[in-house]
Nanobody, 124 residues
Framework: VQLVESGGGSVQAGGSLRLSCTAS????????MGWFRQAPGKEREAVAT????????YYADSVQGRFTISRDSATNTVYLEMNSLRPEDTAMYYC???????????????????WGQGTQVTVS
């Protein structure tokens, strides 16, 4: 599956951005999609994930209450609404998809087989 991201950019602290990720309809069944981010010199970390089957979404503690993940099954698109952005949110944001998703516990990069090219988010 190909994942195409959009919506990154530069914003002042306190501002908002909305990221979008559309999965190509090539027969790959993505049970779980999500967003990860990676800042320079740091490991890639899960931001938020969502299952197609209706399970509760996951949010990292650092974004809980500020970010909202949602999905549109009709268009195979997942969104990340980011509000009250902080400078520490600055990172490359990656869309991820997997046919199964995390088995248990917080998501890790290893739980996802498919990745987008990334979109930069800069908060000043």
């Amino acid at each position: 599956v190909q994942l195409v991201e959009s919506g990154g950019g530069s914003v002042q602290a306190g501002g908002s951005l909305r990221l979008s990720c559309t999965a190509s309809d090539d027969g790959y069944s993505s049970a779980c999609m999500g967003w990860f981010r990676q800042a320079p010199g740091k490991e890639r970390e899960a931001v938020a994930t969502i299952y197609w089957g209706g399970l509760s979404p996951y949010y990292a503690d650092s974004v809980q209450g500020r970010f909202t993940i949602s999905r549109d099954s009709a268009t195979n698109t997942v969104y990340l609404e980011m509000n009250s952005l902080r400078p520490e949110d600055t990172a490359m944001y990656y869309c991820a998809a997997d046919s199964v998703g995390p088995a248990a516990g917080p998501p890790t990069a290893g739980d996802f087989a498919c990745w987008g090219q990334g979109t930069q988010v800069t908060v000043s």
